[in-house]
T-cell receptor, first 111, second 112 residues
Framework: DAGVIQSPRHEVTEMGQEVTLRCKPI?????LFWYRQTMMRGLELLIY????????DSGMPEDRFSAKMPNASFSTLKIQPSEPRDSAVYFC?????????FGDGTRLSIL | DQQVKQNSPSLSVQEGRISILNCDYT??????FLWYKKYPAEGPTFLIS?????DKNEDGRFTVFLNKSAKHLSLHIVPSQPGDSAVYFC???????????FGTGTSLTVIP
């Protein structure tokens, strides 16, 4: 069975550029989560969707961050414009009930 | 403010001995708890869970203990093996929750 698939695995870009992270959840899962991992705060929930509808985006740090889930098999997290402090590992997870299943993450570096 | 805290960033244990990883939480509404294990360059993988109606759950070498009055849970690994070396995250959610709150993780090193 394919797990949660994230792309790209690594992204290095310059400050001010738009960054788009992609996620394909496990087929049949109805909830999708975007997390950011930092040393100081661990895994922070940014936003989660249930049946493609955003339920809680209170963790999105600023208006520069946006997320969409146009269908049950695809989601994007966009940062525009990007800043060096956005550098982190971003994880996508999906679930049908519990537990959540995580992708291998996107390591983002903003120069 | 962190609602789930793992106060030990790292832990080293000899192979064959017991590893004890600790986690504290502040929200009394939390009633479901999980431990995840994470290897470098991979996503976290689910390890074991416990609901608030229990105080212990065991799965092979892994046991999770929950002390609701102290708002504390711990993960015991016995015996520890070098392959257990990883970062362990504690997570908690409330009764109606899809949303989990994660700790900052504890990096476990099992020394052969």
């Amino acid at each position: 069975d394919a797990g949660v698939i994230q792309s790209p695995r690594h992204e290095v870009t310059e400050m001010g550029q738009e960054v788009t992270l992609r996620c394909k959840p496990i087929s049949g899962h109805n909830s999708l989560f975007w997390y950011r991992q930092t040393m100081m705060r661990g895994l922070e929930l940014l936003i989660y969707f249930n049946n493609n509808v955003p339920i809680d985006d209170s963790g999105m740090p600023e208006d520069r961050f946006s997320a969409k889930m146009p269908n049950a098999s695809f989601s994007t997290l966009k940062i525009q414009p990007s800043e060096p402090r956005d550098s982190a590992v971003y994880f996508c997870a999906s679930s049908l009930y519990q537990p959540q299943h995580f992708g291998d993450g996107t390591r983002l570096s903003i120069l | 403010d962190q609602q789930v805290k793992q106060n030990s960033p790292s832990l080293s244990v000899q192979e064959g001995r017991i590893s004890i990883l600790n986690c504290d939480y502040t929200n009394s509404m939390f009633d479901y708890f999980l431990w995840y294990k994470k290897y470098p360059a991979e996503g976290p993988t689910f390890l074991i869970s416990i609901s608030s109606i229990k105080d212990k759950n065991e799965d092979g070498r892994f046991t999770v203990f929950l002390n609701k009055s102290a708002k504390h849970l711990s993960l015991h690994i016995v015996p520890s093996q070098p392959g257990d070396s990883a970062v362990y995250f504690c997570a908690a959610s409330a009764r109606d929750g899809n949303q989990f709150y994660f700790g900052t993780g504890t990096s476990l090193t099992v020394i052969p």
